[in-house]
């Protein structure tokens, strides 16, 4: 099955400071989505993003498909911003029937006031 | 849009008693439902994939006479842990899709179950 990789597992971060979290994946992907874990344990959907750029107020989200990666930038973090981080992906080619979400590891952030 | 609730959130059981936990979509019909478990600070795990009307198919490992899944409607379904037992405590977490050719999944709260 698909790999995937994040980087890094753990991050610490003064509040104002800007952080890039990756994503490496083993094969073609249909579905590349980003995931906030709050404290509660829910999962907050940050971006859709199996190609291209997108961007939604501090966040922002590159996935350069031909080269398996994404990347997560968070600027001017807040202690808000604590969690866990994760990259999920459908590997391609199994249409939407026989397919499924490749979580990865996680990054946890913690950001400090 | 595309909001996804979870019953209960929480609940304690005793060891050899049976749990429903229901995964309901609320604003939008989704054509499969996915079942996931968390254990403390790792990643999630795929249990199950259930499509509406069908049997659901279940991940390699995971005992599909232990955790019945029914995918009744086109808005609900339900994980049914039988004879919990305590090693089966952890966080439960659906999530659901809309539609074929529709990739992105919405994820429920989750239920964390204790058996004690």
């Known amino acids: 099955g698909i790999q995937v990789e994040q980087s890094p597992p753990d991050l610490i971060l003064q509040e104002g400071a800007n952080s890039t979290l990756r994503c490496n994946f083993s094969?073609?992907?249909?579905?590349l989505q980003w995931f906030h874990q709050n404290p509660w344990g829910q999962l907050i959907n940050l971006f859709y993003?199996?190609?291209g750029t997108k961007q939604n107020g501090r966040l922002s989200a590159t996935t350069v498909a031909t080269e398996r990666y994404s990347l997560l930038y968070i600027s001017s973090s807040q202690t808000t911003d604590s969690g866990v981080y994760f990259c999920a992906v459908e590997q391609s080619g199994w249409g939407t029937s026989g397919s499924r979400l490749t979580f990865g590891e996680g990054t946890q952030l913690t950001v400090n006031p | 849009g595309a909001v996804v609730s979870q019953h209960p959130s929480w609940v304690i059981c005793k060891s050899g008693t049976s749990v429903k936990i229901e995964c309901r979509s609320l604003d939008f019909q989704a054509t499969t439902m996915f079942w996931y478990r968390q254990f403390p600070k790792q990643s999630l795990m795929l249990m199950a994939t259930?499509?509406?009307?069908?049997?659901?198919?279940?991940e390699q490992g995971v005992e599909k006479d232990k955790f019945l899944i029914n995918h009744a409607s086109l808005t609900l379904s339900t994980l049914t842990v039988t004879s919990a037992h305590p090693e089966d405590s952890s966080f439960y977490i659906c999530?659901?899709?809309?539609?074929?050719?529709?990739?992105?999944?919405?994820f429920g709260p989750g239920t964390r179950l204790t058996v004690t």
């Open positions: 259930s499509n509406e009307g069908s049997k659901a198919t279940y």
């Open positions: 094969d073609s992907v249909n579905n």
């Open positions: 999530s659901a899709r809309r539609g074929q050719g529709l990739y992105e999944q919405y």
């Open positions: 993003i199996p190609s």
